[in-house]
Structures are given as C-alpha cells and as structure tokens.
C-alpha cells in the first residue's frame, strides 16, 4: 500500500511539467500507467493549447542589461524609447508616458484604456531587494491583470534591477522581446471507479506545472493526492460512480478543465459535484475550500470539515482553478488548496520543491477529501443547487471571464 501513498506518487513526478511539452505528457503517460495498474479503465483525451516561446527578452540602459521575462504571451517589440516610474499606472499618466516604457508597481487604468494608451512597453518589478545574488532575476511569478489583458509588451525584472534603473536616473532603455505563440497538444487523464449506481462524482486536479519549476505543491502534490484517492476507492468503490480527471494546461488558462466541458458537455447536468485539489503538502500552512456554487455546498464541506476534524476555512468564492470552469458551466463545484506560510510561499517558482512538503500533509489532505466523499456519498439524494451566485457571478465576470472565458 506504502507506494500509493500521496508522497510516494509525488516523487514519481518530480520534474518540471509545463503545460503542452513532452514532459507534461511523460507525466500523463505515467499517472495513466498508475491507474492502469489498479485495473482502472483510464484513457487520454488530447486538445490543442496555444504554445509561448521567449526566445530573447531583456531590457538595458547606460551600458547596463538587465534580465526579464515577459507576461506570457506578450507581443515581440525591440525599441529604444524613453523611461519613466509611476507608483501605479493610471489613465492621467498616459499623456506624460505616451510613446515610454514605464516601470510600475501595479496598472490601475483598464486595460481598454491602455491599449490605446500610446505606452510602448510595461516593466513590472518582483523579487526581493534583499534576494541573493543567485536569485537576481526575475522568477516570473509576477502578474498585473490590466497590463496582461491590454496586449502592451510587459517584461518583469528584478526589483533590484529596478532600483538601479530608478539610482541611474536612466532616460531611456532598450527594450527587447523576441517571443513566438505556435499551437501545442496537452491531455487530460480520465478514469472511471464504477459504484453501483451511475450518478458520478468528479475529482481532479492539475498535473501540469509551470515552465520555472516543478510545481511540486502546486499541483504534483494535488494530482497525487488524486491518483491515490483512485486507488483506495478502486479497493473501496462508494455507492455513486467516481470520474478522476488529471487535468492538463492549466498553468496557461484552465485548458483541461475548459476542454473536458466542452468534450463531456451533454453529461454535466449528470455530474452532482466536482472536488478539485489545487496546491497542497506545505509543511506549515492552512487549508481553505472555495465553492463555486450554492451555499448548500457550503454547508455540505462545512459540515465536512466539522466532523472529519480537518482544520479549513469554507467559503463560497471564484478561483483560478480548474473548479471554476465547472462552477460556471453548472456543476457545483469547490476546490480544496493549501495555503503556505509567507516564507514558504513559492508557487510557481523555480523553488516549489519537494523538501518543503510534509507528506503528513499530503496524507491527511488525501484522508480528508477520501472521508468527505464517504460522507456526501452516504446521502440518500444530491441535488446542490446548480449555478453561481449573484455575488459569484458577479466576481467571475470582473476578472475570470475575461482571462478564462469563452
Ligand atoms: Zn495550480
């Protein structure tokens, strides 16, 4: 049994997965494998993901050059053009930055706005001015909605790099991006644990990492938490069907998720629920569940997490996860993450490591999401009520739609 465990699958798949390479699918071939071997029927289901390449990107002024890395799916540039600071970008700036790049801490104007702005390029600034010197460049985690969404070629540099711009009273830069976007695959593993009635429960959780690291909580720790929730409910089948999806790309935009509604959208109306697992095994964190539904699933995880003793904080919100496709299509949904203490906080950077997660942690996730099953599964009738709330709704469309959306 010791080799199904959550931490055991873990390291199975610690290596760097970004969504649509040849390792994202090396390690769906291999959760496959697993399901495989526990005499589950479980398959492949390919979809095509827009691909970004950074082949050059940086930035240099008075003789100096600076490392960056673009938002993803910033458009190419090369200029030379003048530089300015803002604290915050907004629309009364446009006029003095027209025709600039402009190093800012966060774009407060719409993102409409800015794209006829007249801005050439953004700098958003990250890291620690603190960091070592191993450490002095940019991580990528970096990301502002509004320069993201208004196609203005966006690099993020060290914010040591940035204070040196802003000591050198640098006027202009050089400000080089050389991308390209081509068309990729990336898959989705299904596998079905039959009950004995067909109404299904969905579980899931995203396999793919980030291109910096290898997304060891954030989701080799939630996709292994799945794979062994399979294999103890292969032993152990609950009364209602269970469907495992590992979801891939979903680092670049919840494309599993959206491809698998698209591809099963005649059977959504059968699912009752959908648990998805996204980040989890921190050593020293806190656990939340976020619904994408009704207050009665509220309740439901609610009384969950009293009965099961499983400390987590509920509550009904969007999230940019695989859950909130399925929320938005009509499948109550929810998904459960593990916070991490500030200081071990390094989703999707180079240092999402193994050594940082307790596999107690993967363990009593895994024992409580397997229990929470037992428990919703022990009800006569499921019915949450289907949809999002006003208030959700509302959430969704401000900023989930627009980076998500169809
Ligand atoms: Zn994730």
């Known amino acids: 049994m010791t080799k199904n465990e959550p931490f055991e699958i873990l390291k199975q798949i610690n ?35 827009p691909l970004y390449k950074v082949e050059e990107a940086f930035i240099s002024a008075k003789g100096k050059t600076y490392a960056a890395s673009p938002l993803r799916n910033s458009p190419a540039i090369d200029i030379e053009a003048p530089f300015y600071y803002v604290d915050q970008l907004r629309e009364a700036d446009f006029a003095t930055c027209q025709g600039g790049v402009v ?46 969404l208004s196609n203005v070629p966006t690099l993020r540099i060290h914010i040591q790099d940035a204070l040196q711009l802003l000591k050198e009273e640098v006027k202009t830069v050089h400000f080089k991006l050389q991308a390209i976007t081509y068309k990729g695959t990336s898959q989705n593993v299904v596998a079905d644990v039959p009950g004995a009635v067909a109404e299904t429960l969905l579980v899931g959780g995203h396999y793919d990492s980030v291109p910096e690291g290898p997304g060891i909580r954030d989701n080799g720790g939630g996709s292994a938490i799945v794979a062994s929730m399979a294999y103890y409910f292969s032993k152990h089948p ?62 439901q995880m609610c009384k969950c997490v009293a009965e099961l003793n499983y400390p987590a904080e509920v509550n009904a919100r969007m999230v940019g996860s695989d859950s909130t496709p399925f929320g938005v299509a009509g499948v109550p949904s929810f998904m ?32 409580f999401c397997i229990e929470s099953l037992k428990l919703i599964d022990s009800r006569h009738k499921l019915a949450f009520r289907r949809g999002l709330t006003p208030k959700l709704t509302k959430e969704y469309e401000k900023r989930m739609k627009l980076l998500y959306g169809e």
């Open 15 to 49: 290596y760097i997965r970004a969504s649509g390479s040849a390792k994202e699918k090396e390690a769906a071939i291999h959760l496959q494998g697993l399901l495989k071997n526990w005499g589950l029927n479980a398959w492949l289901e390919e979809f095509e993901v």
């Open 336 to 367: 459960i993450a593990r916070g991490s203490h500030p200081g071990l906080s390094f989703n999707h950077t180079k240092d999402d490591r193994i050594e940082f997660v307790d596999p107690k942690q993967l363990d009593a996730m895994a024992e």
């Open 103 to 148: 190093l800012t801490q966060s774009v407060k104007a719409s993102h409409d706005k800015l794209k006829d702005s007249g801005i050439k390029g953004i700098l958003l600034a990250e890291g620690r001015a603190i960091d070592p010197p191993s450490y002095r460049h940019p991580q990528g985690n970096g990301f502002d909605f509004e320069a993201y």
């Open 238 to 299: 609950l009364t209602r069907s269970l469907r495992f999806i590992f979801f891939g790309a979903e680092e670049i935009g919840l494309y599993g998720s959206r491809d698998y509604i698209k591809r099963h959208r005649d059977e959504l109306s059968k699912y009752p629920m959908l648990m998805n697992i996204d980040v989890a095994g921190s050593a020293i964190g806190s656990n939340h569940i976020m619904v994408q539904g009704y207050n009665d699933l509220v309740r």
